[in-house]
């Protein structure tokens, strides 16, 4: 009997020996699991946020502005060749047509107003419906590489495509979207039936917010801005574009300027790339490019759109 009870006291002994041990045990698988249900719910997080950034509804305000058109140069010029519907009269469809773009550019100035989200879905679903049905050009502005340049024919007419325009112009400074620069593109270099007025292209190939410079259409031109900090800056494309597929973003300045600059990937590119000498920026096909870095006289950015 004593000799039991000196076995149930080792016993005792034994498990108050490690009772601690089991408690910090259970505190370590605690602490484990907590930081994994952090970890689970930070991951939750960081892709709503990813998803909020790629849904094409949602509204993301940039409302960048023109530069004065004599501080931008083009290089290249808009087919030239005019329609003659524009001497007819209009017929009902047509009427219709108009009414249907100038509900969207009414909608568009509201949205700058309110930044309305529900109204801003309501706009984005009449344009792809009014992109996918009445002009149809979509994918088909590159086949082969080469432009097709009757893409939009027998699609607008003169004074369509200038709404067209200009809807599209509102909506890519508005929201820097690229679909909209390149519906512009389309206008610009797809179709001989629409000529695309100097000012009008002027005010959307580079646009701004202080020192953030948008890069929203590719062609050959160049332009000249005063820095915040003080100091001229000057951005010069090269390039043949839309027959090549390759750009040169020149920049000449006075002294060292810190300047953030987001180029246009059309969404029809091929595995584009950016880079500067060895270093490479992300580049994704219907994004925007950003640069953010300190520019200098000499600095060379390129641009290729297929590979």
């Known amino acids: 009997m004593n ?3 000196r076995i149930f ?3 005792k002994e034994f498990e108050c020996i490690n009772e601690p041990d089991d408690n910090k045990k259970r505190f370590s698988i605690k602490k484990t699991l907590m930081k994994f249900t952090q970890l689970l719910f930070s991951i939750w997080v960081v892709l709503v946020l990813a998803s909020c950034r790629t849904d094409l509804n949602s509204l993301s305000v940039i409302n960048s502005e023109s530069f004065h058109e004599k501080q931008i140069q083009l290089h290249f010029q808009s087919n030239q060749t005019t329609s003659q519907d524009s001497l007819l009269t209009l017929s009902e469809d047509q009427r219709l047509f108009l009414k249907r773009l100038d509900e969207m550019l009414s909608m ?7 930044h309305s989200d ?3 879905r309501k706009l984005t679903k009449k344009w792809a419906e009014f992109d996918s049905t009445s002009i149809g050009a979509g994918q088909t502005f590159y086949t082969q590489n080469n432009l097709a340049a009757d893409s939009l024919k027998g699609k ?3 004074q369509a495509a200038l709404k067209w325009a200009q809807l599209n112009i509102d909506l890519v400074k508005l929201s820097g979207e690229v679909r909209f620069g ?3 593109e389309v206008l610009l270099y797809g179709t001989k039936e629409f000529v695309f007025p100097e000012k009008m292209l002027k005010s959307v190939i580079y646009t701004h ?6 890069v929203n259409i590719i062609g050959s031109s160049s332009m000249e801005y005063q820095h915040t900090t003080g100091g001229t800056v000057k951005l ?3 390039t043949s574009y839309p027959k090549g597929n390759e750009m040169i973003l020149k920049c000449e300045t006075s002294d060292i300027r810190y300047m953030d600059v987001f180029i246009r990937i059309p969404s029809w590119a091929v595995n584009p790339t950016v880079s500067y000498g060895i270093v490479k920026y992300v580049a994704h096909p219907g994004q925007y490019t950003e640069i953010a870095k300190k520019w200098e006289k000499g600095d060379e950015i390129r641009v290729v759109l297929r590979n």
Request: hydrophobic share 40%; net charge negative.
């Open 3 to 5: 000799r039991s009870f």
């Open 9 to 11: 006291g080792k016993f």
């Open 108 to 114: 568009t100035e509201h949205i700058r107003q309110s």
């Open 118 to 120: 529900s109204l801003w």
């Open 156 to 158: 607008l007419f003169p």
């Open 182 to 184: 390149d519906a512009l």
């Open 209 to 214: 917010v202080f020192d953030q410079i948008y």
């Open 236 to 238: 010069i494309q090269e």
